[in-house]
């Protein structure tokens, strides 16, 4: 079974329409979900209406949530701005297979690789992998 770590995006966009196609990770029988309050918080905040912030408190509810950010040293090779360390340390802490990310902008160069035992996915990626393991 893969731990996926979801970034802040996914549970942004998950949370923003009340049918978005993100909510197949909810449903994934092979994954467990898992996400930090950093990842959360970050969500929240850029969420327009209280019903879309109740549909991600909904969402984060049924994830592992890990309220810690754990220190973790990450390869010197690995260049991301700082306010994505959070991600990928926390990904790192819990274990997780894989990260599940949009950010084209600053995972965008990560994509497909594994970054200390964490393969950086977009939404996509991951769920086309899930279905290829299912037919």
């Known amino acids: ?15 923003y329409r009340k049918k978005s196609a993100l909510l197949k990770f909810w449903n994934l029988k092979n994954a467990k979900l ?9 969500a929240s905040r850029n969420l327009d209406t209280r019903e879309q912030r109740k549909r991600l408190e909904g969402l984060v509810s049924q994830v592992s949530l890990i309220n ?3 220190i973790v040293e990450i390869s ?17 802490f819990v274990k997780a297979s894989h990260l599940v990310t949009g ?7 990560y994509f ?17 992998s899930q279905s290829n393991e299912t037919d």
């Open 76 to 92: 010197r090779d690995v260049g991301l701005r700082e306010k994505d360390l959070p991600i990928l340390k926390a990904a790192i």
């Open 112 to 128: 497909n690789q594994t970054i200390q035992g964490v393969l950086i996915l977009t939404p996509a990626d991951y769920l086309r």
């Open 34 to 42: 898992t996400t930090s309050s950093y990842a959360f918080d970050e």
């Open 68 to 70: 810690i950010l754990p």
């Open 1 to 15: 079974m893969d731990l996926v770590f979801l970034d802040a995006n996914i549970l942004f966009s998950a949370a």
């Open 103 to 109: 950010d084209k902008r600053d995972f965008g160069k």
